[in-house]
Structure formats: structure tokens, C-alpha cells
């Protein structure tokens, strides 16, 4: 079965599309390629994930991400395409009370000529999850090792650690959101280079700023951190309240641009130690998404792990960049099949159901 997964995240950076053709439950890579938000749209996306907005506004967007979602497909060329998953783009999430992405599925079936699936967050809410992570399935099939005991960290907008111990089962792998992954430094380096630049290229501008500790601390006291997975985060939490907030102190924005890397991997760092080394001394952490780009973030991450090798997924096989996409795209090729893939020890649901909204043609 070839299918296509389309990803974009909380960092709003574009559209990433991942074609893989599926012999369950083996995979293997066909094409990937990636689709940069405009600047009016990202401020448009923007503009419908905070509180004060437009139904109109949602509503045409939806649409419209539906047409670019498509179109992105289409431009990949790649022949024999049977079946499309899409992640959508999240406007708002509070796992387990609700969770919305945006995109419509019906455009996207109808301009391809492809049954399409989306809307894959929502049955886990329905059955008591968080609604994510969902990638824990595909990272379960791809990364399990017989030796070793691994991590895998998606650093998006926000990050999260799958943790997948030797010869994991299903039941045995469990996953959670441990905070701000680019998200906050993102935002910080629009500030920093007055919009020519929407993230912190090569953790470069990081480098020219200083740790502000006394800031980091306060950061880190959220009770977020602490409690127990699962749990999920969003923008709700690491948007323009908190950057606000650190406008405020007067810092100059390389500083805060680095706290924030810092505020990043040190939570990343302390998820792990507080709530994955209780269960499995992690042998290795396996980075994929924007993050595995920041060699500041990095490094950092390394650090705090010293007993832990830091590398991207991209050495073991599964392409950082396009990891995601990829697993949507084996999410869809389990919903056709009618395998349930969400792994309630990542989620919290009350059990594993079958994802997404169908779209048939």
C-alpha cells in the first residue's frame, strides 16, 4: 500500500509530506519533501490559535489548509498513491478535555482522488486519552531494538519523549509531552531578527546570548513538569503569554533566545530522569524534527545525558525531517487495515482504538 503522510506541527514552519509504501508492518521511504509556510499564513494560523478570533477565520482556514495540504501531495509526483493521512494543523489543544486541528479532509480526498484520513487526535480524546503522542506506534514498530534501550525525542514545537525499552511490547512503551520544544525559541528569534528569520538558524544567535539562571528557574517551576505521564502541552502554555512574560524582564533577546534553548533541554533532560530512568537506564536518545538542527540544543541535551548517546533518527534509518509525516502515514495504512494505533500507555486512553476520519472517493 503507498500511502502519503502530511505533518505540520506547532512550529508552524510548513507542510511536510512523506510518501511510504506500507507491507505491514514493514515500511520503507518513497519521497519526502517540505512546503514552508508563508509569513501572512503562518500569522494567520497564528492569529486562530489564540483566544480572541473569528469562527469565520477558522473556518475558511480550514479549508484552505486543505487545498495546500493537497497541492503539496500533488507536487511530490509520485504515481500509485493509494491512501492519504493527515495530521491537520492543532489551533488548540487541552488533552484530555479537547483537542482541534484544522485541514479539511473532504478538499483533500476530492482534489486527489484519494481516500483520505485525518482528524486522528480526536477518538483518543473520545476514549479518554490525551490526544497525543501518537507517533509512539510508529516509533514502537521502527526503533524497537532487541539490545538497547532507547528514547526517541521529537523536538517540534513541542517535545516529547517515547520512551522504548529492549524488546519492547506495546503495553511496555509509554510516552509524554515534556514541554517547549522550538516553539519558544522560535518566537524569540522573530523578535531577534525583526521577522527575516522564524527560527534560530544553527542555534547561532543562542550562542551569542547568555544564560539568564534566575530566569531558567523560574521557568522551570511550572508544575507541569512534575506531574506524572501522560500528559500533553501546547501552545496554550508556550505562546505569546509566556513570550510576553519574558519581554518583560528587559533581558536582551540573545539571552533569552538562550535561557530558552536551555529552558528546552534541560526539560527535555529532566522528563527523562524523572519519570524514564526509574523504569530503564536509557542506553540512547534518538532526535528527530526541527531541534536535531540546532547543534546549541544539542549539545545541551548531551550534556545533561552523559550517560546516554545523543544522535538523530536519521542514523538509525528513520530521516529526522521527516519522521512525522512518515508516521501518519503509517497511522493511515493501520486505520485502513483496522489496527488500532494509539498505545494507551502514551495517551492515557482508556484502550487502543482505531484513528482518524475516513474520507472515501
Not at 478538499?107 to 476514549?127: K, M, Q, Y
Not at 534566575?214 to 505521564?229: E, I, M
Request: proline share 5%.
Amino acid at each position: 500500500m503507498r500511502v502519503a503522510g502530511i505533518m505540520s506541527g506547532t512550529s508552524l514552519d510548513g507542510i511536510d509530506v512523506a510518501v511510504v509504501d506500507v507491507t505491514w508492518p514493514a515500511f520503507e521511504l518513497v519521497a519526502f519533501a517540505s512546503t514552508p509556510y508563508s509569513a501572512s499564513l503562518r500569522k494567520r494560523i497564528l492569529a486562530v490559535s489564540n483566544a480572541d478570533c473569528h469562527t469565520r477565520d477558522i473556518a475558511r482556514l480550514h479549508y484552505e489548509l486543505g487545498e495546500l495540504y493537497a497541492a503539496a501531495v500533488a507536487a511530490l509526483g509520485v504515481k500509485k498513491i493509494e491512501l492519504v493521512g493527515c495530521h491537520g494543523q492543532t489551533i488548540y489543544h487541552e488533552g484530555p478535555r479537547c483537542t482541534f486541528q484544522i485541514g479539511e479532509g473532504a478538499v483533500i480526498a476530492e482534489r486527489l482522488g484519494i481516500e483520505t484520513i485525518t482528524n486522528f487526535r480526536a477518538r483518543d480524546v473520545a476514549a479518554g486519552g490525551q490526544g497525543a503522542p501518537l507517533v509512539p506506534f510508529f516509533d514502537w514498530v521502527a526503533l524497537t531494538h532487541d539490545q538497547v534501550n532507547r528514547v526517541a525525542v521529537n523536538i517540534g514545537g513541542i517535545a516529547n519523549v517515547h520512551a522504548l525499552p529492549k524488546k519492547a511490547k506495546a503495553t511496555d512503551v509509554f510516552a509524554f509531552d515534556t514541554g517547549p520544544g522550538n516553539m519558544v525559541i522560535d518566537q524569540l528569534a522573530v523578535i531577534a531578527t525583526g521577522g527575516k528569520q522564524s527560527y534560530d538558524k544553527d542555534g547561532k544567535i543562542g550562542r551569542k546570548g547568555k544564560l539568564n539562571r534566575a530566569l531558567l528557574k523560574q521557568l522551570t517551576k511550572d508544575k507541569y513538569f512534575l506531574k506524572a505521564p501522560p500528559k500533553s502541552a501546547g501552545r496554550e502554555q508556550y505562546g505569546e503569554a509566556l513570550i510576553a512574560k519574558m519581554m518583560k524582564t528587559g533581558l536582551p533577546v540573545e539571552d533569552l533566545i538562550a535561557t530558552a534553548t536551555a529552558f528546552t533541554s534541560v526539560t527535555i533532560a529532566e522528563g527523562i530522569e524523572r519519570f524514564v530512568t526509574p523504569k530503564f537506564k536509557v542506553d540512547e536518545c534518538l532526535v528527530s524534527g526541527g531541534g536535531v538542527h540546532n547543534p546549541l540544543l544539542m549539545a545541551e541535551l548531551q550534556g545533561l545525558m552523559p550517560g546516554a548517546y545523543v544522535h538523530s533518527s536519521s542514523d538509525v534509518g528513520i530521516p529526522a525531517d521527516a519522521k512525522e509525516a512518515m508516521a501518519f502515514a503509517f497511522l493511515a495504512a493501520a486505520t485502513k487495515l483496522g489496527k488500532p494505533s494509539n498505545l494507551p500507555g502514551a495517551t492515557g486512553a482508556k484502550k487502543a482504538v482505531l484513528l482518524g476520519e475516513i474520507h472515501p472517493v
